[in-house]
Protein backbone atom coordinates (compact mmCIF):
# COMPACT_ATOMS: atom_id res chain seq x y z
CA UNK A 1 0.00 0.00 0.00
CA UNK A 2 1.34 3.39 -1.00
CA UNK A 3 1.49 6.44 1.39
CA UNK A 4 2.26 9.67 0.98
CA UNK A 5 3.06 12.30 3.69
CA UNK A 6 2.95 15.67 3.27
CA UNK A 7 4.23 18.31 6.04
CA UNK A 8 5.18 21.70 6.35
CA UNK A 9 2.26 23.36 6.17
CA UNK A 10 1.96 26.88 7.90
CA UNK A 11 0.28 30.34 8.47
CA UNK A 12 2.05 32.52 6.03
CA UNK A 13 2.01 36.30 5.73
CA UNK A 14 0.41 37.11 2.20
CA UNK A 15 3.66 37.90 0.13
CA UNK A 16 5.53 35.50 1.95
CA UNK A 17 6.70 32.07 0.79
CA UNK A 18 6.67 28.02 1.58
CA UNK A 19 8.00 24.87 0.80
CA UNK A 20 5.13 21.88 1.32
CA UNK A 21 6.70 18.33 1.07
CA UNK A 22 5.12 14.64 0.21
CA UNK A 23 7.45 11.96 1.34
CA UNK A 24 6.54 8.50 -0.27
CA UNK A 25 6.43 5.08 0.87
CA UNK A 26 8.41 3.46 -2.23
CA UNK A 27 10.24 5.11 -4.83
CA UNK A 28 8.57 7.93 -6.39
CA UNK A 29 9.91 7.08 -10.37
CA UNK A 30 7.53 4.14 -10.01
CA UNK A 31 4.58 7.02 -10.21
CA UNK A 32 4.23 8.62 -13.98
CA UNK A 33 3.22 11.35 -11.98
CA UNK A 34 2.84 12.95 -8.59
CA UNK A 35 1.30 16.58 -7.96
CA UNK A 36 0.31 19.10 -5.68
CA UNK A 37 -3.63 20.18 -5.56
CA UNK A 38 -5.34 22.45 -3.51
CA UNK A 39 -8.74 22.37 -2.09
CA UNK A 40 -10.29 25.60 -0.15
CA UNK A 41 -13.24 25.28 1.77
CA UNK A 42 -16.44 24.88 -0.47
CA UNK A 43 -13.95 25.15 -3.65
CA UNK A 44 -13.07 22.06 -5.99
CA UNK A 45 -9.82 20.32 -5.67
CA UNK A 46 -7.45 22.06 -7.99
CA UNK A 47 -3.98 21.27 -9.77
CA UNK A 48 -1.60 23.34 -8.49
CA UNK A 49 1.49 21.79 -10.48
CA UNK A 50 3.14 18.82 -11.46
CA UNK A 51 6.25 16.46 -12.51
CA UNK A 52 6.28 13.22 -14.44
CA UNK A 53 8.77 10.58 -13.95
CA UNK A 54 11.05 12.09 -16.74
CA UNK A 55 10.73 15.40 -15.10
CA UNK A 56 7.95 17.25 -16.93
CA UNK A 57 6.57 20.28 -15.49
CA UNK A 58 3.16 21.66 -15.12
CA UNK A 59 1.32 24.19 -13.36
CA UNK A 60 -1.62 25.82 -13.28
CA UNK A 61 -1.69 29.45 -14.64
CA UNK A 62 -2.41 31.07 -11.40
CA UNK A 63 1.30 28.97 -10.13
CA UNK A 64 2.98 29.70 -12.88
CA UNK A 65 6.27 31.87 -12.07
CA UNK A 66 5.38 31.59 -8.72
CA UNK A 67 5.59 27.81 -8.09
CA UNK A 68 8.20 24.88 -8.42
CA UNK A 69 7.82 21.23 -8.13
CA UNK A 70 11.47 19.86 -7.31
CA UNK A 71 12.01 16.16 -6.39
CA UNK A 72 14.54 14.58 -3.52
CA UNK A 73 14.96 10.84 -5.43
CA UNK A 74 16.98 9.65 -2.25
CA UNK A 75 14.28 10.77 -0.09
CA UNK A 76 11.34 9.77 -2.10
CA UNK A 77 10.47 13.38 -1.42
CA UNK A 78 8.42 16.28 -4.07
CA UNK A 79 8.56 19.48 -3.04
CA UNK A 80 5.96 22.29 -3.95
CA UNK A 81 7.79 25.62 -3.35
CA UNK A 82 5.73 28.95 -3.92
CA UNK A 83 5.91 32.56 -3.66
CA UNK A 84 4.18 35.27 -3.54
CA UNK A 85 1.27 33.39 -1.56
CA UNK A 86 -2.10 35.52 -1.62
CA UNK A 87 -4.71 34.85 0.92
CA UNK A 88 -6.91 33.27 -1.67
CA UNK A 89 -3.98 30.64 -1.76
CA UNK A 90 -5.42 29.46 1.67
CA UNK A 91 -6.59 25.84 1.38
CA UNK A 92 -5.39 22.28 2.40
CA UNK A 93 -2.88 21.71 0.03
CA UNK A 94 -2.79 17.49 -0.97
CA UNK A 95 0.03 15.40 -2.83
CA UNK A 96 -1.08 12.93 -5.47
CA UNK A 97 0.51 9.88 -6.96
CA UNK A 98 -0.66 7.81 -10.32
CA UNK A 99 0.76 5.10 -11.64
CA UNK A 100 -0.43 3.81 -15.08
CA UNK A 101 0.56 0.08 -15.04
CA UNK A 102 -2.10 -1.20 -12.91
CA UNK A 103 -3.60 2.22 -13.24
CA UNK A 104 -4.18 3.71 -9.64
CA UNK A 105 -4.25 6.68 -7.46
CA UNK A 106 -3.12 7.91 -4.34
CA UNK A 107 -3.53 10.93 -2.11
CA UNK A 108 -2.31 11.77 0.77
CA UNK A 109 -3.91 13.17 3.90
CA UNK A 110 -2.75 17.18 2.97
CA UNK A 111 -1.57 19.92 5.14
CA UNK A 112 -3.06 23.37 5.36
CA UNK A 113 -1.77 26.01 4.51
CA UNK A 114 -2.87 29.65 5.24
CA UNK A 115 -2.34 33.03 4.14
CA UNK A 116 -2.88 35.59 6.44
CA UNK A 117 -2.04 38.69 8.02
Known amino acids: QVQLVESGGALVQPGGSLRVSCAAS????????MGWYRQAPGKQRELVAE???????NYADSATGRATIPRHMTRNTVYLEINSLKPENTALYLC???????????WGQGTQVTVSS
Open 96 to 106: KAQTDSPRKTY
Open 51 to 57: ITVLGDT
Open 26 to 33: RNILDFTT
